[in-house]
């Protein structure tokens, strides 16, 4: 395990490799603060332009790339604003389809009010949004879903700056556990409905989205949705709070020249069509599996090793996305990148929601120190079963669990046992 998950201290994001240069390009006019933080939302913003791809997961099912889901978490004035900074400069060709596709709409919209209604009226044009406004509501996130279903298995992508709009896409924030569960899983949305206009379809939800939040809203947000399956399926990047400084972080601007050296990978998403496996991917998510069991087993803590899972296959889909983007070719330098994925997921949920992870609260409060801990690593170097069932009894575990705990930090050789002492090392 090359980071740990349970430090105050972010893990630290390894030096990006010439071959993910598209992560480079992404980021080079971002402030130094906020590099570490935006990469992870990067991939559900690129694998977006992907359609009609399948890779095969570790567990021998075919998986699109999309239905990802990330939320950028940091403090008010934290300069979470430079990512919709940049996903407006990658985004500026699907904003000029998107103007055109709604011209068309009021077009049409102006012509339906002329015709009389003993007439017949033509039917509404089924022309996407590839990236519908974030006031989008589920109506029309639904109808939108349909007509990118129509037009090719397309996928469309929200940027939410503020993570209430979510309610309004899912329509309420009673709906969001099912709808973002849905998204995730690239299932049908559950929307055949009989309306005026006739029937509406049911379609496959290709969507991805990324989010924006302080701590409080996110915690506030999710707080009745730490255990149904839907808090797992979203990737979080947290940046805490840092030293008070008298310098404005600087970041650059985007132009032309942005666009002309992203635009060969943005192609290279578009193009790709087909089912691909990536065998040494693959084989990196199995040692991370692994990694994910050995963590859990620290903790003792089921809902850790819950969460790890689907933090596992995001991190596998923007391995995906690197191959991709390299030329269909994997480089031995993306598995330090994929694995950070996976570890500053956990991290930042963790960070974030700790507390809440342990036990279901009604009142939201700031403490985020204390979630799942690295149990081996609040014993003594030298420690008895004793020692543990007394520290299980503080973590608020049972004493008994002790020797079944011991159990298997010997069999992953976590822990050496000296008979002769009667202690673990």
Known sequence: MT?????LKAPMMP???????????????????????????????????????????????????????????????ANKGQFGTLV????????????????????????????SANKEKPERPDTPLLF????????AFIQNAIALEKAGNLTQYLNL??????????????????????????ARGGALRATAEGVTGDPTL?????????????????????????????????????????KIPKQGRYGELFDKQIDLYLQRLRDIKGEFCIPKLNRLINQL??????????????????????????????????????????SSSFDNLV?????????????????????????????????????LALLPDTFTITQLAALRKKSGKSEEGAKSQLYVWKNRRLVDYDEALGTYK
């Open 88 to 115: 407006e400069a990658l985004n500026g060709d699907l904003r000029t389809h998107d103007y055109e596709v709604l011209e068309k709409l009021a077009s049409f919209n102006k012509r339906i009010k002329t015709i």
């Open 161 to 186: 700056p503020e993570i209430e709009q979510a309610n309004q896409i899912c329509g309420g924030h009673k709906a969001v556990s099912l709808m973002m569960r849905n998204i995730f899983d690239v």
């Open 132 to 139: 519908p406004p974030c006031d989008t509501t589920k109506p």
């Open 15 to 77: 030096t990006v490799p010439k071959s993910a240069k598209i992560i480079d390009l992404l980021t080079k006019n971002v402030s130094n603060d906020m590099r570490q933080p935006i990469v992870p939302l990067l991939f559900p913003l690129l694998s977006s332009r992907i359609s009609n791809a399948k890779f095969l997961y570790p567990d021998n099912s075919l998986k699109e790339l999309c239905g990802e889901m990330a939320h950028l978490v940091a403090d008010s004035g």
């Open 289 to 330: 599996a692994e990694d994910m069991a050995n963590l859990a087993d620290l903790a003792d803590d089921d809902v850790l090793f819950d969460v790890s899972k689907r933090s596992l296959v995001n991190a596998w889909k923007a391995g995906c996305v690197l191959w991709i983007c390299n030329n269909h070719q994997w």
């Open 339 to 375: 694995e950070w994925l996976v570890y500053h997921d956990l991290w930042s949920k963790l960070q974030v929601f700790g507390d809440m992870l342990t036990a279901e609260k009604d009142i939201v409060v700031e403490n985020r120190n204390n979630g799942p801990q690295n149990m």
């Open 3 to 7: 980071y740990s998950i349970f430090s």
């Open 206 to 246: 290709r969507v991805n989205i990324t989010i924006s939040s302080t701590p409080l809203a996110a915690r506030t947000f999710y707080k009745t949705e730490l255990f149904n399956g839907t808090f797992g399926r979203i990737v979080f990047s947290y940046k805490p709070r840092t030293a008070r400084s008298g």
